[in-house]
């Protein structure tokens, strides 16, 4: 979501964070793989670049996009967030990574309330319409 906010540059380091949040609960679910390639296609720009690896290690990383501005460090924990929100399966490893991008980011408690808001709204305007689509 709003990923088309990102430079080339983020989007790469982006992808590595996104495949790391997947993977760190072991094997990633099909609803996982499913998010990880709707976030692909809207890296639509830079898939032919991308080898699916760490081009850095987990903590350059998360140094990499704590120095860039508030916008892509939103966008960036948004997407995070979606990705550990997708399966409905609540992981402790996935929580504590999230409090960590969130220290690193410098995203506030509010900040992170309204973030996960979204999540929640696109979640349930999304089964609103399937109802919908389906009555």
Known sequence: MFLSLLNKKEMLK?????IYMVD????PTDVEKRL??????ELDVIKDEYSFRLTDSVEETIKFF???NQVVKNVVYLNLVTISMEDDLYNNTEFLFLEKIQKSLDISAEKRR?????VYAERDLREKALRILKN
Request: hydrophobic share 55%; aromatic share 4%.
């Open 14 to 18: 982006f992808l590595d964070l996104a």
């Open 24 to 27: 760190i609960d072991g094997e």
């Open 36 to 41: 990880l390639g709707k976030m692909m296609a």
């Open 66 to 68: 704590a120095s860039c």
């Open 114 to 118: 309204e973030l996960i808001s979204i």
